[in-house]
């Protein structure tokens, strides 16, 4: 059999056929129409893909959807998905309506769990999270190798556990939220305040405000004393989430996605090392590892497919 999956993002619809082993047949894509439009973008690459691989539908098991904002994945809806344009759209019904072929719909950022933890840094583990650090912070979580979503799906929302009780404010309209402090958001903002503090720091004399990026601090860690000290804070920050998360789930696993895992082990190590430090009960026992996540922007498409698989 094969598996179709569709990455539905702000501006490109992404779309990837495998087989059960993740074996990639077909790849596509497709401008982002927003509000109804949307499920006739999904169905016509639906249909270019199963073109290209030139297998009958009947030996498709149907078609994985990955979609940003809040998913009822038992009855195939999106929600809610502002950026859109999206309220109430029973998108699996009406894709399954035009391709013919069994949908199931999850959040975008499960089926990047999924696809990671199927194929990717998470699947010699039966039990993952992936962190992605972006925009925002966001991730999903796999539990015996099925996605975790919670009530109605609407749960993993891992961006919005508080940190720091009362601190920054967050979009969501909180104060202190992990995506607060962890997302390349708020790394962006601390170094550029770093910046303006220190008018005699590298990064001062060699970046203007305009110009800063999720890696400057980094890029300067060596040698500059200000961007040492974001670093710290952000990878302090950073830690206290992902400890959370180990001591309420124990995964066996964290995967770091999303631009900011790119520092590779300049940021896995030292969270390592805070984890190892401060989690429940030690690591005799039952330890968790930090990871870079491996797929990249497949992720999501990959779990998509995932989502067919039935196990």
């Not at 039990?127 to 925002?136: E, K, N």
């Amino acid at each position: 059999m094969f598996y179709i999956g569709i990455d539905v993002g702000g501006t490109t619809v992404k779309g990837i056929v495998i087989d059960k082993k993740g074996t990639c047949l077909a790849e596509d894509s497709s401008p982002t129409l927003k509000g109804e439009k949307i499920a006739e973008v999904i169905a016509t690459l639906a249909e270019r893909l199963i073109s290209t691989v030139g297998k009958p539908k009947a030996q498709f098991a149907g078609i994985g959807i990955g979609c940003a904002g809040m998913i009822d994945a038992e009855n195939g809806t999106v929600v809610f998905a502002g950026n859109l344009n999206i309220k109430s759209l029973p998108v699996a019904k009406l894709v399954e309506e035009k391709v013919k072929l069994p949908v199931k719909i999850t959040n975008d950022a499960n089926a990047a769990a999924l696809g990671e933890a199927k194929f990717g840094a998470g699947k010699n583990y039966s039990d993952s999270i992936l962190v992605t650090l972006g925009t925002g912070v966001g991730g999903g979580i796999v539990i015996g190798g099925k996605l975790f979503e919670g009530n109605k799906s609407a749960g993993a929302e891992i961006g919005h556990m508080v940190i720091e009780r009362g601190g920054n404010k967050c979009t969501c309209g909180r104060r202190g939220c992990f995506e607060a402090y962890s997302s390349a958001t708020a790394l962006i903002k601390r170094t550029k305040w770093a910046m303006e503090e220190d008018a005699g720091s590298a990064m001062w004399q060699s970046c203007t405000s305009e110009n800063v990026t999720g890696r400057t601090a980094f890029d300067y860690m060596d040698t500059d004393v200000s961007a040492r000290e974001v670093v710290d804070w952000y990878v302090k920050y950073l830690a206290c989430g992902l400890v959370n998360l180990a001591n309420v789930f124990r995964p066996q696993v964290i995967m770091l996605g999303g631009g900011i895992s790119g520092q590779g082990e300049r940021l896995t190590i030292p969270l390592q090392n805070l984890l190892n430090k401060e989690l429940f009960g030690g690591t005799a026992y039952a330890p968790v590892e930090v990871k870079t996540a491996t797929l990249g922007s497949r992720a999501g498409a990959l779990g998509a497919a995932a989502l067919l698989f039935g196990d």
